[in-house]
């Protein structure tokens, strides 16, 4: 008998195979969206001159608001139905393309940017504004994450936001399928999925919260990224191989301690990791 929350048995299967779910009822309703778009207005507010959307990374450490939006218990119980009962939070991050800007998400695999093992991860990315094929939905290769992890290059003189990007070859760029969303809607993805994202050709703004989250049982290294916090979100942490995160009192507020994925390691990162060619 399954004892899921929220989820079918036809959506686990389906992110089993896939590695991927949409379509799921939404999480925030049009007032709450809102809210939302508001709460980035002011998170875009407290970057720096010269800095971007990119910043606004982990502040769910420092900002009451996405915390809040990070532990909603709708997106939980989805993350339960997948992860299981003992799960933590750990990362947020804005992807935001501006109508008529160039940049991509090149195709690349989660888990190859993350100190993390073993690869027990997942990702509800959150709509703040509806992403369709016009304005750069993300994309994803339907059941790529049962391939292990893939050989990654430097991308160089691409539009990618991202450096690092699935060699070609390793899989069907045919195959892919959009992920679209309403705003307030979230999908889901395993961190081996390869995903990417086209241009913005709208005039329509694109903007969605990455939010991360990972079995208790994982374990990041801390010597690639010594300020990596978790927040325990359903069940208990047997095992305790992470820094517990403090919970932000602000609403707003900046993170200034950096945190550090393999792409900004660089190589010796990835050759520690087992992951370098
Ligand atoms: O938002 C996008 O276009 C890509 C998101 C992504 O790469 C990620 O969730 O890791």
């Known amino acids: 008998m399954s004892h899921a929350k929220r989820l079918t048995a036809g959506q686990q299967e389906f992110f089993r195979t896939n590695g991927y779910l949409h379509g799921l009822a939404p999480v925030f309703t049009p007032d709450n969206v809102r809210d939302l778009k508001s709460g980035l207005d002011e998170l875009m507010k407290l970057l720096r001159p010269g800095e971007t959307s990119k ?5 769910h450490e420092s900002s009451r608001f996405l915390y809040d939006i990070c532990m909603n218990p709708v997106i939980l119980d989805y993350v339960e139905d997948l992860l299981g009962p003992n799960f933590y939070l750990w990362g947020s991050n804005f992807f935001i393309k501006e109508p008529h800007t160039p940049s991509t998400v090149g195709w690349h695999q ?53 450096t690092l990007e699935c060699e070609r070859g390793q899989f069907l760029e045919d195959t892919a399928r959009p992920v679209t969303l309403r705003a307030g809607e979230v999908s889901i993805h395993d961190d081996k999925l390869v995903h990417g994202s086209p241009a913005n050709r709208s005039t329509n703004r694109r903007a969605g919260l990455t939010i991360r989250y990972s079995r208790t049982n994982v374990r990041c290294d801390l010597s690639i990224n010594p300020h990596f916090k978790t927040y325990l979100c359903r069940g208990i942490d047997q095992y305790r191989y992470n820094p517990a995160g403090v919970i932000p009192t602000a609403q707003f507020s900046r993170l200034d301690r950096k945190h550090i994925s393999v792409e900004e390691a660089g190589k010796d990162a990835e050759k520690k990791l087992g992951r370098s060619t």
């Open 55 to 59: 910043e606004i990374r982990e502040w």
């Open 110 to 162: 989660d888990a190859y940017y993350w100190p993390l093992d073993p690869h027990e991860s997942l990702t509800a990315w959150l709509a703040f504004d509806d992403s369709t094929v016009e304005n750069g939905a993300m994309e994803v290769i339907p059941g790529s994450h049962t391939a292990g992890i893939l050989k990654h290059i430097r991308g160089e003189g691409t539009d990618s936001v991202l």
